[in-house]
C-alpha cells in the first residue's frame, strides 16, 4: 500500500513549492500583487493548525476514513483554486487546500505506522522521506513547465488525477486494522491551538514585513498566541480526549524529538530559503532550472534516508542518526557560511551535499522514534506532533532568517552604493529581479550581487547553532527498542 499513500503525500509537498514558479502569471491575471505572500501563507497556515486536529481525528475515528476525507478536501481546494476569480477568491481556497494538506502529511505517516511495526518502519520511512525530497525538486519544474505550456490554473489541476488514482487505490486496497475508542472531540482545546498557532503564524508572516516588530498589531498577535496557548494547555488538562495529550511529554524521547523536529524546521527551512536567490541571481541560473541546482542536496538526503532506514530495521538501533544529523547540519551550514560572489556551482553543490546529509539522518528518523514513544492509540498524535513542530520551527526561522538577511541586505548594499540606493530597493518591497539587475551598470550590479552573497552567508552564520543544538538534544536520547507488530495489525500485501 506504499504507493497510494506516497501519492498522497507528495501531493501536499508538491503544492507547497509548485505554485512558487506561477506566481508572477497568477498576479498577471488576478492583480493584487501586495497580497501576494498570502497565496503561500494562507496553504500553511491551513496545513499547520490543522496537522494535530487530523491525527487526533484519525486516532478517534480510524485512519482510513478520515485520510480518504482530507484528500478529497484537498482535491476539492485545488480545484477551486485553479478556478478562482480574483485573489481574494484564490487566498481563501488556498487555506482550504492547507486543511487538507495537514491530513494528507500526518494521514500518510500514521498509516505507515499502523501497517508497519516501528523495527521494519524505517525502511518504508526512509523511502517515504525520499519521495518527498524528490518534491521539492520536481515541484518548480513542473510548476515552470505547467505555467509555460499551458497556464497558471494547472498547478492546481494537475493534483486533481494524481489524487484521484490514490483515493480508488486507496478505497479499495486499504485495510486497516480496528480498535475500538470511546469519540470525544475536544473542540475546545482545537479552537484555542488553531487560535494560538494562527497568531504565531501571522507574527512571524508579518513582523518586520507588514509591521514593525514592535508595532501594537504584532505585540498584540504575540499575547494573543501567548494567551491562547496557555488556556490550551490548561484546558487539556481536564479533558478526556485531548487534542495534544501533554502527558506524552513526560517521555523524554517525545519531548527531545519534538525539540529536535522544531531545530531541524528553523535551520532547515530558514537557512535554504535564500539559496534560490543567490543561484538565480549571483550565478545566473534561471527561475525554471533553479530546482535542478538543489538536487545535490535532496539527492543526499535521499540517499541517506533509505540507506539509514534499512539500517535501523536490520540492527533496531537509532540514537546514532539523530547525533550524525545534526553534526552533518552543522558542518553544512558552517561551509556554506563561506558563500561569496566567486563560489562556483561546483563548490556550492559540494556544500549542499553535507546539509543534505545530515538532513536525510534526521526527516524520518524523528518520526520514527516519537511514534515508537507513545501508545499505538496515539500513533496519529505523536505523528501530527512531530510534523507541526517542524513547521512551527520552519515559519519561525523563515521570519527571523528573512529579518537577518534583508537588514544585511540593506546594509550592504547602503555601504556601497549609499542610503539612497538602498532605500529605492527597499520600496520595491525588497525584491530583486535577477533580470532587472543583470541589466544594470557593473559597479551597481556588483554591489547587489555582494549584498546578496554575504547576507546569504551571514543567514548561515546564524543557523549554525541552531543545527549544533540539534546534535546536542540527540546524546539525551534512550535507545528504547522498537515495537514488533501489533497483534492486531495485518498487511495488505497489495
Not at 563561506?338 to 543534505?356: C, E, H, I, K
Not at 557593473?442 to 547587489?448: E, M, Y
Amino acid at each position: 500500500m506504499l504507493p497510494p499513500l506516497l501519492l498522497a503525500a507528495a501531493l501536499a509537498m508538491l503544492d507547497n513549492v509548485i505554485v512558487g514558479t506561477a506566481m508572477p502569471r497568477i498576479v498577471g491575471e488576478l492583480g493584487g500583487l501586495a497580497h501576494l505572500a498570502w497565496v503561500v501563507t494562507a496553504y500553511v497556515l491551513g496545513t499547520t493548525v490543522s496537522t494535530p486536529i487530523w491525527g487526533k481525528i484519525g486516532d478517534l475515528y480510524g485512519r482510513k476514513n478520515v485520510f480518504l476525507a482530507s484528500i478529497v478536501l484537498f482535491l476539492v481546494g485545488s480545484v477551486l483554486s485553479g478556478a478562482a476569480q480574483t485573489m481574494g477568491q484564490l487566498i481563501g481556497f488556498r487555506a482550504l487546500q492547507g486543511l487538507g494538506a495537514g491530513g494528507l502529511l500526518v494521514g500518510a505517516l500514521a498509516i505507515i505506522g499502523d501497517l508497519v511495526p516501528p523495527r521494519e518502519r524505517g525502511r518504508y520511512q526512509g523511502i517515504f522521506a525520499g519521495v518527498m525530497s524528490m518534491s521539492m525538486v520536481i515541484g518548480p519544474l513542473v510548476g515552470g513547465f505547467l505555467t509555460d505550456q499551458l497556464s497558471w490554473r494547472w498547478a492546481f489541476y494537475v493534483n486533481v488525477p494524481i489524487g484521484a488514482v490514490a483515493l480508488v487505490w486507496l478505497v479499495a486496497k486499504l485495510r486497516l486494522p480496528k480498535r475500538r475508542t470511546d469519540h470525544h472531540i475536544d473542540w475546545l482545546g482545537a479552537a484555542l491551538l488553531t487560535v494560538g498557532l494562527t497568531a504565531l503564524v501571522l507574527v512571524t508572516t508579518w513582523g518586520g514585513v507588514e509591521y514593525p516588530w514592535g508595532s501594537w498589531q504584532i505585540l498584540g498577535l504575540a499575547g494573543l498566541a501567548v494567551a491562547a496557548l496557555v488556556a490550551f494547555g490548561f484546558v487539556e488538562r481536564r479533558v478526556a480526549e485531548p487534542v495534544l495529550p501533554l502527558n506524552l511529554f513526560r517521555d523524554r524521547n517525545f519531548t527531545v524529538i519534538s525539540a529536535i523536529a522544531f531545530l531541524l524546521g528553523f535551520a532547515m527551512f530558514g537557512a535554504i530559503t535564500f539559496l534560490p536567490l543567490f543561484q538565480q541571481t549571483v550565478q545566473g541560473a534561471s527561475a525554471t532550472n533553479s530546482g535542478l541546482l538543489l538536487l545535490p542536496m535532496t539527492a543526499a538526503m535521499l540517499v541517506v534516508s533509505i540507506v539509514a532506514g534499512q539500517v535501523i530495521t536490520r540492527t533496531g538501533r537509532y540514537k546514532l542518526f539523530p547525533i550524525l544529523g545534526g553534526v552533518g547540519m552543522a558542518v553544512g551550514m558552517v561551509l556554506l557560511s563561506f558563500v561569496d560572489v566567486a563560489t562556483t556551482r561546483t563548490q556550492l553543490a559540494s556544500f549542499m551535499v553535507a546539509l543534505g546529509l545530515g538532513m536525510g539522518c534526521l526527516m524520518q528518523t524523528a518520526m520514527l522514534i516519537a511514534q515508537n514513544s507513545v501508545d499505538q492509540k496515539n500513533l496519529g498524535v505523536a505523528s501530527s506532533s512531530v510534523t507541526l513542530f517542524r513547521s512551527i520551527g520552519g515559519s519561525f526561522g523563515v521570519a527571523l532568517f528573512g529579518t537577518i538577511f534583508a537588514r544585511h541586505f540593506a546594509s550592504s548594499v547602503a555601504a556601497s552604493l549609499g542610503p539612497e540606493a538602498a532605500s529605492q530597493l527597499a520600496s520595491g518591497g525588497g525584491q530583486v529581479d535577477p533580470q532587472v539587475v543583470a541589466a544594470l551598470p557593473d559597479p551597481v550590479k556588483s554591489a547587489i550581487y555582494d549584498g546578496i552573497a554575504s547576507s546569504l552567508s551571514t543567514v548561515f552564520v546564524w543557523a549554525i547553532p541552531f543545527a549544533a543544538l540539534v546534535a546536542v538534544l540527540a546524546v539525551f536520547i534512550r535507545e528504547v527498542a522498537l515495537r514488533g507488530h501489533d497483534k492486531l495489525t495485518t498487511i495488505d500485501a497489495a
